[in-house]
């Protein structure tokens, strides 16, 4: 119960930041999300916690809780992604989510091809041959799970452990995809072959084949969506700047 009420708190709080109708720069004192939420004061402790590490709030001693604002949010963040996809932020978050793919996934590719595991190698062709099976079917649900699986293992494989941790956000932006409905009924049965290409590629050290198809495979990604963020204003941070 516990849980389940610190993920109701987190939910409530957190969508309604990110999607502004709490704005930055409000004060939200906890004595009034107790009363407002018939909650704990421990269940919001904990719930200002997780939005803390999501960088939407600072908690000030005497004070209370204080609305961040985007620049200081964690954009990699799976709760964050969530929050803007399912909001007037979808087309800023497909677009930046897409541009990172697009420059991270095709170096993590030719990185595989030079020195991936064999075991990543025969995980990676047999996921590939899965996807064509399940993708051929129609069976979304499957089909998304092994594409995220995919995408996941080329990231681990290319050995740089920053690549790999990546696979959060962007198994959050396929998920979403899905959700919001940007997916087509069956896999373009192209994109189905970039992927076996890939998964050839790296087998057989092929860094060059491995980089051409995934970006042929990001391409695509981003020529089928790109409409949505169309005229979208983008999110200037300063580096020097400490938001928090």
Request: aromatic share 4%; glycine share 6%.
């Amino acid at each position: 119960m516990a849980t389940s009420l610190h993920a109701h708190v987190v939910e409530h709080l957190g969508s309604r930041i990110v999607s502004g109708q709490i704005p930055r720069g409000s004060i939200i004192l906890a004595a009034d999300l107790e009363q407002k939420l018939q909650v704990s004061r421990s269940v919001i402790r904990e719930a200002v916690r997780v939005l803390a590490q999501c960088g939407l709030v600072t908690s000030t001693k005497r004070v209370g809780i204080r609305v961040l604002g985007a620049e200081s949010w964690n954009p990699y963040d799976d709760h964050v992604i969530r929050w803007r996809l399912a909001g007037d932020q979808k087309g800023t978050q497909l677009r930046s989510l897409t541009e990172l793919r697009i420059s991270v996934e095709p170096m993590a590719a030719e990185l595989a091809a030079e020195v991936a595991p064999e075991a990543m190698r025969k995980e990676l062709m047999m996921i590939s041959a899965q996807m064509n099976h399940y993708g051929r079917q129609g069976d979304l649900r499957r089909f998304l799970e092994l594409d995220i699986r995919f995408h996941a293992l080329v990231l681990a494989a290319s050995g740089n452990e920053m690549f790999a941790n990546l696979s959060t956000p962007i198994g959050a932006i396929l998920r979403g995809r899905t959700e919001l409905g940007l997916m087509p009924e069956r896999p373009h049965e192209e994109a189905l072959l970039w992927h076996q290409s890939v998964a050839d590629a790296i087998s057989n050290s092929d860094s060059a084949g491995a980089r051409k198809n995934m970006e042929s495979i990001m391409r695509r990604t981003h020529n089928e969506i790109c409409s949505l963020w169309e005229g979208q204003p983008r999110l200037f941070v300063d580096p020097a700047k400490d938001a928090r």
